[in-house]
C-alpha cells in the first residue's frame, strides 16, 4: 500500500507542475479552474482518475480541457 501512495503523490507533484504551464498549454478553461484551490483539486481528481483508466497526463488534461464539465466528474 505504501507503494502505491508513493507513485499517487508523485503523479500528483507530476500534475500540479504540469497544471503549473496551463497558460502555455492553450488550456484557458483549466487554467480559471485552478485557480480555485477547491476547484484545482477536484480537477487534479479528475486527471488521476483518467490516468488510472490509462490516459497519460497530458491526454487527462485535454480531455478535460476539451469537454470541460462544471462538476470535473469523470464516470
Same mark, same amino acid.
Given at each position: 500500500? +505504501? ?42 481528481? +479528475? ?12 491526454? +487527462? ?15
Amino acid at each position: 500500500m +505504501a507503494r502505491y501512495e508513493n507513485l499517487l503523490h508523485s503523479l500528483r507533484e507530476k500534475i500540479e507542475d504540469s497544471l503549473e504551464l496551463c497558460d502555455s498549454l492553450d488550456t484557458p478553461y483549466l487554467c480559471s479552474a485552478i485557480s480555485d484551490k477547491d476547484d484545482k483539486e477536484r480537477l487534479i481528481k +479528475a486527471i488521476i482518475k483518467l490516468v488510472e483508466k490509462g490516459y497519460s497526463i497530458g491526454e +487527462a488534461i485535454n480531455m478535460l480541457e476539451n469537454d470541460l464539465d462544471p462538476n470535473y466528474e469523470i464516470d
